[in-house]
C-alpha cells in the first residue's frame, strides 16, 4: 500500500510545478510540507472506506483510480508557522492557494461543493475518466 509524501513520485511536470510553489511560498516566508503525492489503488480504498466501512468521518469521495492523485498529477500540503502544521489558519492556507495558483496548479479550495483547501493539481484540461481511461497530461503536452 503506497500512500507517498514524496514529490520524485509526482508526473515530472507536476513535481516541477510543486516544487516552484514551495520555492515561490519561501519566497513568502511561509514554509510548506507535502502531506500527500502519489497514493496507489489499495491506498485510495483503504481512504475511501473510511466513514462507510470503516469507522470514521468520511475523507473522500473517490474510489480508487478516481482520485487525481492515484495518477500522480495532484498533491496535499500544510502550512507551518514555527514548525507546526497550520490545519485551520484558513488565512494562510489561502494564500498559499493563490500561490499555487500563480505557479499554474489547479487549487481545490475553489472548487464548488467540496472544497479541499489543503488540494493542488495539474490535469493539463484532462477530467478523471481521461485518466481513467488511460490517458496522462503526456498525450495533452
Ligand atoms: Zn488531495
Not at 508526473?11 to 510553489?21: A, G, I, Q, R, Y
Not at 488565512?91 to 500561490?99: D, F, S
Request: glycine share 8%; charged share 25%; hydrophobic share 35%.
Amino acid at each position: 500500500m503506497i500512500n507517498s509524501r514524496d514529490v520524485n513520485d509526482l508526473h515530472p511536470v507536476v513535481k516541477e510545478k510543486c516544487l516552484n510553489f514551495i520555492k515561490e511560498c519561501k519566497n513568502e516566508s511561509i514554509d510548506v510540507i507535502i502531506t500527500s503525492t502519489y497514493r496507489d489503488h489499495e491506498s485510495q480504498s483503504h481512504l475511501y472506506n473510511i466513514g462507510r466501512t470503516e469507522p470514521g468521518r468520511k475523507v473522500t469521495n473517490a474510489k480508487a483510480g478516481y482520485s487525481f492523485h492515484n495518477h500522480r498529477v495532484a498533491f496535499d500540503f500544510v502550512p507551518l508557522k514555527n514548525g507546526k502544521a497550520q490545519w485551520d489558519d484558513i488565512k494562510l492556507i489561502t494564500r498559499c492557494g493563490e500561490i499555487a495558483e500563480l505557479c499554474g496548479l489547479e487549487w481545490a479550495g475553489r472548487w464548488i461543493g467540496f472544497k479541499e483547501l489543503l488540494h493542488c493539481q495539474y490535469t493539463g484540461g484532462l477530467k478523471i475518466i481521461d485518466f481513467v481511461a488511460g490517458k496522462n497530461i503526456d498525450n495533452v503536452a
